[in-house]
């Protein structure tokens, strides 16, 4: 398998139809999509289902209960490296993410080894966001760039495609956090092992169907997370090759 694009759901019975086709327009034949899906109670695990059946590339892994966003990932990512992918992406499943820039993240992995899809680099933006979420988005990566030191223009950002290598070096399992502390922890491991992280601009859609998964739980989380990974005695399980990888503090 070269990639392998983690998508969680949560109640995204109106979404994962028409995103799992969308990707089959893009995704290329040694690709798969893992629908990783909590327990949705609206029956969107049994719609997952029926498309791998229908779809060849797609497959599914029941969770029995919602533990939150990073709990998801970290089972997908598992899943991925069991499987043997050479490449592990994540996205949203409520078209927030377009899917005609997973074939620009797996690109840029040509280059680098943690590739984000990023909002706020040049060329990046968002679509139809209040003010407040804007403020939000942008005040919690200025937040987490100046207390963890790092150049990353989007921290907070889910649109990510990993080697396989980051991710057996920065150990996902051993992250607690469960909404934006879980992408701004894993991408400063990655710079802390010294792996190249390169941004490419994305513009950010709100959704169109199902409800936010956003709540003040999940930006509180973030707040007093970031500075204990500043503080924490995080080491990678191993040690990136420092003659071949620079951090890219990106454009």
């Known amino acids: 398998m070269r990639a392998c694009v983690?998508?969680?759901?949560?109640?995204?019975?109106?979404?994962?139809?028409?995103?799992?086709?969308?990707?089959?327009g893009v995704l290329g034949p040694n690709d798969r999509v893992l629908v990783i899906d909590d327990g949705s109670p609206d029956g969107t695990g049994e719609i997952a289902e029926r498309l791998k059946t229908e779809l060849g590339f797609v497959?599914?892994?029941?969770?029995?209960?919602?533990?939150?966003?990073?709990?998801?990932?970290?089972?997908?990512?598992?899943?991925?490296?069991?499987?043997?992918?050479?490449?592990?992406?994540?996205?949203?499943?409520?078209?927030?993410?377009?899917?005609?820039?997973?074939?620009r993240l797996i690109e840029a992995a040509d280059d680098a080894d943690l590739v984000l899809g990023s909002r706020y680099v040049a060329g990046g933006g968002t679509h139809n966001w209040s003010r407040v979420r804007r403020i939000i988005s942008t005040g919690g990566s200025f937040y987490a760039r100046t207390l963890l030191h790092v150049q990353i223009?989007?921290?907070?950002?889910?649109?990510?495609?990993?080697?396989?290598e980051v991710i057996e070096a920065i150990d996902p399992g051993t992250v607690s956090a469960r909404g934006y502390a879980f992408q701004i922890e894993t991408t400063y491991r990655a710079l802390?092992?010294?792996?190249?992280?390169?941004?490419?601009?994305?513009?950010?859609?709100?959704?169109?169907?199902?409800?936010?998964?956003?709540?003040?739980?999940?930006?509180?989380?973030?707040?007093?997370?970031?500075?204990?990974?500043?503080?924490?005695?995080?080491?990678?399980?191993?040690?990136?090759?420092?003659?071949?990888?620079?951090?890219?503090?990106?454009?």
């Open 153 to 164: 223009r989007d921290l907070t950002g889910g649109f990510k495609c990993y080697r396989c």
């Open 6 to 24: 983690c998508l969680p759901t949560y109640n995204e019975r109106e979404n994962l139809e028409p995103m799992l086709r969308a990707l089959a």
């Open 59 to 103: 497959d599914v892994l029941h969770r029995e209960q919602k533990e939150g966003l990073g709990r998801a990932y970290i089972a997908g990512f598992a899943w991925a490296l069991e499987h043997g992918a050479e490449l592990v992406l994540e996205m949203d499943c409520d078209f927030s993410h377009n899917p005609a820039d997973v074939p």
């Open 192 to 251: 802390r092992a010294n792996f190249r992280v390169e941004e490419i601009p994305i513009i950010f859609s709100d959704r169109a169907a199902g409800g936010s998964k956003m709540g003040k739980r999940i930006v509180l989380e973030a707040i007093w997370k970031v500075p204990l990974m500043k503080l924490g005695r995080w080491r990678p399980r191993v040690a990136a090759d420092e003659d071949n990888r620079e951090i890219n503090s990106s454009k």
